[in-house]
């Protein structure tokens, strides 16, 4: 169980009203606010990422569990690293334009993960160490395998 607004079923939802309160009258909130205990069980879901230029040189800070349905993370886990054949590529995917718009923005879809078909829903909700550039994002993803009574 969530312990962010447990009474929201929607992870997007629930991540999405953690971070505008976390951030108050500011533009962004800070990295270092981010509390995994707050998000309580919806942290295995979620990814916290440092900016790097170029944007593929992005660190990892946290990669939940759930993102790579079983693989390990490596001591230094960067963008480029990112599996393609995971829920946490199909988060990241479009990074560079929630770097570029500056605001949050969730994507679903279908994508193709090691265990089958996917339907996922993701969000990337920008963060910014001095209150105006953003360097690091966070992120949350979850889905389900497509079985054959989805058609």
Same mark, same amino acid.
């Given at each position: 169980?969530?312990?962010? !607004?447990?009474?929201?079923?929607?992870?997007?939802?629930?991540?999405?009203?953690?971070? *505008? *309160?976390?951030?108050?009258?500011?533009?962004?909130?800070?990295? +270092?606010? =981010?509390?995994?205990? #707050?998000? $309580?069980?919806?942290?295995? &879901?979620?990814?916290?990422?440092?900016? %790097?230029?170029?944007?593929?040189?992005?660190?990892?800070?946290?990669?939940?569990?759930?993102?790579?349905?079983? /693989?390990?993370?490596?001591?230094?886990?960067?963008?480029?690293?990112?599996?393609?054949?995971?829920?946490?590529?199909?988060?990241?995917?479009?990074?560079?334009?929630?770097? *570029? /718009?500056? =605001?949050?923005?969730?994507?679903? +879809?279908? $994508? /193709?993960?090691?265990? $089958?078909?996917?339907?996922?829903?993701?969000?990337?909700?920008?963060?910014?160490?001095? +209150?105006?550039?953003?360097?690091? #994002?966070?992120? %949350?993803? &979850?889905? !389900?395998?497509?079985?054959?009574?989805?058609?």
């Amino acid at each position: 169980m969530s312990v962010y !607004r447990p009474q929201e079923r929607r992870l997007v939802l629930r991540l999405m009203a953690y971070w *505008d *309160d976390l951030r108050g009258d500011r533009e962004y909130p800070p990295p +270092g606010e =981010v509390d995994p205990n #707050v998000i $309580g069980d919806d942290w295995p &879901n979620c990814a916290m990422l440092e900016i %790097a230029d170029p944007l593929a040189d992005s660190r990892f800070h946290h990669v939940g569990a759930e993102l790579l349905h079983g /693989k390990q993370v490596p001591d230094e886990f960067r963008l480029r690293d990112c599996p393609q054949d995971t829920l946490l590529h199909y988060l990241t995917d479009y990074l560079s334009r929630t770097l *570029d /718009k500056g =605001v949050p923005m969730s994507l679903g +879809g279908e $994508g /193709k993960v090691v265990s $089958g078909d996917l339907l996922y829903r993701s969000i990337l909700l920008p963060l910014s160490s001095d +209150g105006t550039q953003i360097d690091y #994002v966070l992120g %949350a993803a &979850n889905g !389900r395998l497509v079985t054959g009574d989805d058609s």
